[in-house]
């Protein structure tokens, strides 16, 4: 709502039905139409989608930083889009999708052939960092190519920005979404399964290895055309499932996947707010808002969501468990903070803890619980 | 190991000699006859006010890199921290921009530049000092949250640049480090501060060792591993803030360079560190004369004069394809 009526004109939240409904005869009208409404479509794809990338990642490599930015999957993109620009080759806007999708899958592709795929959360992420580094420096060689005029244009999309966004932009997206809607549908069975470890998926019959591979694959497909429209919205996949996990901490992947989609949606919306009114009338890019706030909420959820609950192999060695030591492991500081968080909560998460982790749709995750395996 | 050393010393005369070659405009022979006390007004400037300090910056911010990701990967017993991950990086970057968009600074003084991003440098690294010096200082915690630190900075400078867009195109270079008009300002600003903290990185060398080992072998020999680890934090960010003051945010050098060290060397630090400030020394400037050289080759290519590589975008390639390297060959214990 307020993403349609704030800025200028001004729209009155009252008012804003019959502005879309005389559309192209008011001033008004015309900026709700053709300006805002697209642009909060476009928030709200663009935020499921990295929402539900980031989940699936997540999931996928056991790892509560496996964030697009953290496997340089987001530079990878951003790069295959700025390319071309800075170079000055002017190419239909069918193709970008398609280079953001090469630059995405070389990437995400280069981090886990780097890190190795059942590494441990630190390594990927202290990888993927690298990783995005050097693809980041690589953009900046080419900004320092580029005009003064580009540059801006160019960082600006950088951090992922919606301005200006058309209809048009948003209808490049469908054809992308319909590919990874039901691929997503297919893979979050799997997703609760990977959950277990390397060895349980296995003898559930999932091939782990390629589990992982796939689960890139959907999410560099929904970040690519996302990034390649507006750039890489900075740890909205970072975000949205922890905001997922935390308000239903006892659910599966299953579950968690929709509801990550929508926070991400809301996310995005959310920060295209101040992106659009913080310090007009200059323009913000979204994505700066969303590192900004995102990245501290993520941690603050991360370390409340994490205390107690362990996956169902309890403190068996690392690998199998989730996060040996990602930050909220439970070393003295998060004891302390523990002590201090409501008792209430804490003993919610407890019980839920002590479920297996796997939804509650598939028995045999039940059956190999804890003990037999180890 | 003194041959090693005499070696790497040989090496640096080497890069250094080709440093001051590469740039445009002069002749190896010119360049010859100048340090010889020839030459004309023009060519003696260039040698002395513009290439000399560029040389050292380059030698001086290379070696500070190289030592604290050294210490760094020792007190955290992770061979993927570097000084990139601390918070120190962007903190200085944000430090920079920020004083040049208020109009504290000018690029052209660079005192005031140097100043702010050494604040930006310890303010980032007391932010993930609060959030991770809680948490009993585990090492891989520690790491975890410098990238996430390196990520809010991030978009903070990026705030910074939007609201001033003016200021981009001069900092960009900047973002990726660089050595270009790097003045004799910059060189005495850089080398007190390295000598002090680097005389501090050795005299830490010995529980530094110890900490590689691991905490309770640290213990069992009588150090204090979280009062040493602290101590040897600090120590790195100090020298990461006044390399990333003097050139920019040059990446990976921190990263690799202790690798490379302490295979030459062995892992006792106390060869490994001195070891690690050459090698750093002869990377950056070598990776600088490269890159000199190749925006010539460039220039001449692409007939444009106004390209100019800068050293972060060489140092940044080659350490990415060495990255992979070394992750590969680290077993993942040990993580």
Known sequence: MCALSLGTPNVPPHRLAGAVLEGDTTFAGIVVTELRVPRLVLALIAGACLGAAGLVLQEALRNPLAVPEMLGVSSGAALGVAAPLV??????????????????????????????????????????AAVAAALQAALLVLMVMADQLDLQLIYRYLLGSLSARTWDDVSGLWPWLLVAAPALVLCAPVLSVMRLGDEDAAALGVRAQRARLAALAIAVVLIAPVTAVCGPVAWVGFLAPHLARWFDPAAGAVRWLPWSAAWGAV??????????LALAPVETPAGAWTALLGVPAGIALMRSGRRGRTTGRGSAASGATRVPHGPGAL???????????????SARRDESGAEVAGDASSPPVRATGTEDVR | MSRRFAVLAALAVVCAGVELVAGRGMSPGVVWGVLGGGGDATERHILWQLRLPRLLVA???????????????????????GPEVTGVTPGAVLGAVTATALGFAGWDSPLAVVLAACLGGCAG????????????????????????????LGGLTAMVLLVEPGELGSVVQWLVGTTEGRVWQHWHLLWPWALAWGAVAWLLAGPLTLLRCGDDIALAAGLSARRARTLALLCAVALTAGAVAAVGALGFVGLLVPHLAVSVFGADLRASLPGAALLGAVVVCGADAAAQLSSRLLAQTLDSGRLTLPVGALTACLGAALLLVVVRRTPSRTF
């Open chain 1, 87 to 128: 170079l000055t080759l002017s190419l239909p806007a069918a193709v970008q999708p398609v280079l953001a999708l090469g630059g995405a899958a070389l990437g995400g592709g280069l981090t886990l052939l780097a890190a190795g795929l059942g590494r441990s959360p630190s390594a990927v992420l202290l990888t993927g």
């Open chain 1, 267 to 276: 996310v995005v919306t959310v920060a295209d707010v101040p992106a659009r």
């Open chain 2, 59 to 81: 030698l001086g911010a290379g070696a500070c890199l190289a030592v604290a990701g050294l210490v760094l990967q020792s007190a955290l017993r992770n061979p993927l921290a």
């Open chain 2, 125 to 152: 690294a007391a932010l993930l000092w609060l959030l991770a010096g809680r948490g009993g200082g585990d090492p891989a915690q520690t790491a975890v949250h410098g990238v996430l630190v390196s990520a809010v």
């Open chain 1, 331 to 345: 070393t003295s500081g998060a004891a302390e903070e523990a002590s201090r968080t409501a008792p209430s909560r």
